[in-house]
């Protein structure tokens, strides 16, 4: 990760903190960003019927949509 684009995008002061907090350590940022915030929204849109809208939504598979449904209910 370059900290030049890292300071263009969230700014130098945040930057700073980022680096106080975390230099020298590997820091891994998904692509999903905030999973659980969107599956606790398929969760609250699901009702049963609708895994392949959701799925195209979310852009998932319908297997993945299932599986965090059955996952919120253990």
Do not use: W
């Amino acid at each position: 990760m370059q900290m030049c684009r890292v300071a263009e995008i969230i700014g130098k002061e945040n930057t700073q903190k980022l680096i106080l907090e975390f230099g020298g350590t590997i820091l891994y940022i998904p692509k999903e960003g905030f999973k659980s915030e969107r599956d606790q929204k398929i969760i609250a849109e699901y009702d049963g019927y609708n895994a392949k809208k959701l799925a195209k939504k979310y852009a998932l598979c319908e297997k993945q949509i299932k599986n965090i449904v059955e996952r919120s209910k253990k």
